[in-house]
């Protein structure tokens, strides 16, 4: 089992910036991939980004590409999202992901095994 507990969401204007941050307990959290989707109201749930075990090599959904930053810290078991950028259309609760261990990394909720409760990101106009 491998337990995810996301942080740093919270409201900010658009142009601004957040850092979304995922504890993970449990199992060696180097070996598996990480990941970070979200929610808007209404809408299914989609892939943002995602790193792969080891921190080799990542993804990004297009419409987040240049805004958005992936990273992990393995010594801290914890994953980071850093948002820049943030447009009204990014408002949605933020969920942490894991699938693993040492398997290609994927960007589709399916494939992603242990979810986090989700955090809330809001971005005004």
């Known amino acids: 089992q491998v337990q995810l507990v996301e942080s740093g969401g919270g409201l900010v204007q658009a142009g601004g910036s957040l850092r979304l941050s995922c504890a993970a307990s449990?199992?060696?959290?180097?070996?598996?991939?990480m990941g970070w989707f979200r929610q808007a109201p209404g809408k299914e749930r989609e892939f943002v980004a995602g790193i792969g075990w080891g921190g080799i090599g990542t993804r990004y959904a297009d419409s987040v590409k240049g805004r958005f930053t992936i990273s992990r810290d393995n010594a801290k078991n914890t994953v980071y999202l850093q948002m820049n950028s943030l447009k009204p259309e990014d408002t949605a609760v933020y969920y942490c992901?894991?699938?693993?261990?040492?398997?290609?990394?994927?960007?589709?909720?399916?494939?992603?095994?242990?979810w986090g409760q989700g955090t809330q990101v809001t971005v005004s106009s």
């Open positions: 449990g199992r060696t959290f180097s070996a598996y991939n």
């Open positions: 992901a894991a699938d693993g261990p040492f398997k290609s990394l994927k960007n589709t909720q399916s494939d992603y095994d242990y």
